[in-house]
C-alpha cells in the first residue's frame, strides 16, 4: 500500500519578502563596514602620523621643555615598564591562586561569591580603581609614586587572570588529575605540578589578556603614577607613564607635541597588537598541549 | 589559594570602605541635594553634581542610540550572513577594536574626528534637524556629540561580542525548522533567532551602558568639559568620570575631595548595578536554555 502525497501548492516568496532579505542583508553587511571605518582610520592615522614623528631621539630621550624640537618618551616608556611590572609582581600570582582556589575548590557558596565579586570588580571603572588606589598609597606615603600606580594596574589585572585560570583549569580532564593522586601525588602538588602544568599555555592567555587591558590604561594613573619629566627608576616616586604622557601631550597646545603624542600612541598600540595576537595565535594552536 | 580568592572579596570591600569613608564628608554636608543641585563652585565650596549625572547620562544615550543598531548588525552579519571564512578575520578585527587603548581614541578623536564634526557633520545637522532643538548652536566640534560618537565605536565591540555569543547558543535545529517552513534567511534571523536571544542582546547592551557610564579618558579629551546643562548635543558638557580624571589632583580642601570621592561612589554604585542586571540577562540565555518554540 503506498500512501497518497498530499497536494501541496508551492508558491513563490513574494517580492516584498525578497526585498526585505536582501534589504537586511545589505544593512548588516553595511554595518560592518561602518564599524570597521574608525578601526581603519585609527590605524591609518596612527600610521601616518606616527612613523613620521618616530625616531631614535624619541626612543633614548627625555621630554624637552616646551618650545625647543626635539627630546622623546624615553623616560615614560621605561616609567610603563616598571609600573606594569609593579602591577604584574601583584596582580598575576593573587589572579592565579584565585583562579586555582575557585576551579580546585570553589564548587560551594564562598566559591560562587568570589566567581561573582570577580565579575562585579571586572565592571568597576578604572577611574574608580584609582580613587581607591589613591586613598591606600598615596595618603599613606604622601606622595605620587610608581608603587601606587602599579597597585592600581594589579587590582584591575585580577579579575580577568582569576577567571580565564579557572576556565583554563576546569579544561583539565579529571583523568589527569586522578592519576596523579593515584601515584599518591598529594593534592596541592598535583595541582601546582600536574593540573597548573597542563593548563600552562591557556593561563598565559589570560595573562597576556589582562597585560593588553593595563597596558593602555591612562584614568588609574592620574592621581597614582601622576607623571615625571624625568628619568626614575625609584617606586617610591612620581613616574612617568606612556598614556599618560599622550594624554598631557595630546591635550596641550602645542605642535612639536602632537606630534610626540601620535608617536607614543603608536608604540603603544603595537605593544598590545603584538600581545593580543599572540594571545590569537596560542589559542588557535590549542590551549591544552599535554592533555587528550 | 583560599587567601587569593578571598582577596577578591577583600578587594571589593576595600573600594567600597575607601569610596564610603572618604565621601562622608561630602554627604553629611550635602546629602542627596548633592545630586539634584548644578551648581559646582570649588571657591564657595558648594557641590552639586546634576551637570556630571546629567553629561554621563546624556554621552551614554546618544552613544548606545549609535552603537546599538550597528552592533546589533555586526552581529548578525558575522554568525548568520557571512560566508564561513570570513567570520574569524571579522571576529578578531572587530574585538581589535576592543584592544585600542581609551586615551588613543581621545587623540584621534581631538584630531580627526572633532575636524571633521565641525567642518561637515555638525553644519548639515544644524541646517536640517536644528529645529528639533538638539543640533543648535555653534558647532565646536568639540562637545556631547564628539563623545557620544567615540563611546559609540567603544561600545561597539563589547555589545556585538554578546550579541554573537548569545545567538550562537541559540540552538541550530531552531534555524533549521524555521527554514524548513520556508522563511527567507532574514525572517529565520528574526523569528528564529533574535527572538529566542532577546534577553542575552538586552544584557550585551546594558553592558555596554556600563562601559560607556564609566568610560574616561576618551570622553575627557572631546567632551569639552563645562559644567552645564544645555539641551543642544552641540555644546560642551562634563561626565561624573571626567570631573573626577580633571580635577581629582588637583583639589584642595577636604570638602573638594570628598565631593569628588562621592561622584565616584555614585558612579561606582550605579555601574555596579547595571552589570549585575546585566550578567543576569545574558546568563538566562547562554545558560541551558531550552529551545522555546514560541512567546
Known sequence: MSAVLPEIELKPIGLGRRLANGLMTAAAAAAVLIVLLPLGAIFAYLLYKGIGSLNWSFLTQTPKPVGEAGGGMANAIAGSVLILGIASLIGVPVGIGAGIYLAEYGRDRLGNLIRFTADVLNGVPSIIIGIVAYGLVVLRQGHFSALAGGAALAIMMVPTITRTTEEMLLLVPLGVREAAYGLGVSRWRTTLSITLRTATSGVITGIMLAFARIAGETAPLLFTAFGNQYWNWNINQPTAALPLQIFTYAISPFDEWHRQAWAGALILIVLIVISVSAVRLAANRGMLKGAN | ?295
Open chain 2, 1 to 295: 589559594m583560599l587567601a587569593c580568592g578571598l582577596s577578591v572579596l577583600a578587594l571589593v570591600g576595600l573600594i567600597i570602605y575607601e569610596l564610603v569613608t572618604k565621601s562622608s564628608l561630602s554627604w553629611h554636608a550635602f546629602g542627596w541635594k548633592f545630586f539634584f543641585a548644578s551648581d559646582w563652585d570649588p571657591v564657595n565650596d558648594e557641590y552639586g553634581a546634576l551637570p556630571f549625572v546629567f553629561g554621563t547620562i546624556v554621552s551614554s544615550l546618544v552613544a548606545l542610540a549609535l552603537a546599538v543598531p550597528l552592533a546589533v548588525g555586526v552581529a548578525i552579519f558575522i554568525t548568520e550572513m557571512s560566508p564561513r571564512w570570513l567570520r574569524g578575520p571579522l571576529a578578531f578585527t572587530t574585538e581589535l577594536l576592543a584592544a585600542i587603548p581609551s586615551v588613543i581614541y581621545g587623540l584621534w578623536a581631538i584630531f580627526v574626528l572633532v575636524p571633521l564634526l565641525r567642518a561637515y557633520v555638525e553644519p548639515f545637522l544644524g541646517r536640517y534637524f536644528g529645529w528639533t532643538g538638539l543640533f543648535e548652536g555653534t558647532p565646536y566640534g568639540i562637545g556631547m556629540l564628539a563623545a557620544g560618537i567615540i563611546l559609540a565605536i567603544m561600545v561597539v565591540p563589547i555589545i556585538s561580542a554578546i550579541t554573537r555569543e548569545v545567538m550562537t547558543a541559540v540552538p541550530q535545529q531552531q534555524r533549521e525548522a524555521v527554514l524548513a517552513l520556508g522563511a527567507t534567511r532574514w525572517e529565520m534571523v528574526r523569528t528564529g533567532v533574535l527572538r529566542n536571544a532577546r534577553a542575552g542582546i538586552l544584557g550585551g547592551i546594558i553592558l555596554g551602558l556600563g562601559r560607556a557610564l564609566g568610560e574616561t579618558m576618551a570622553v575627557t579629551m572631546v567632551i569639552g568639559n563645562r559644567a552645564e546643562i544645555a539641551k543642544s548635543l552641540f555644546a560642551p558638557g562634563y561626565t561624573m568620570a571626567s570631573v573626577i580624571a580633571n580635577e581629582f589632583s588637583e583639589a584642595t580642601g577636604d570638602t573638594y575631595l570628598s565631593a569628588l570621592v562621592e561622584v565616584g561612589l555614585a558612579l561606582f554604585l550605579v555601574t555596579i548595578i547595571v552589570n549585575i542586571l546585566a550578567q543576569v540577562l545574558v546568563w538566562s540565555v547562554t545558560r541551558g536554555m531550552p529551545a522555546r518554540s514560541s512567546t
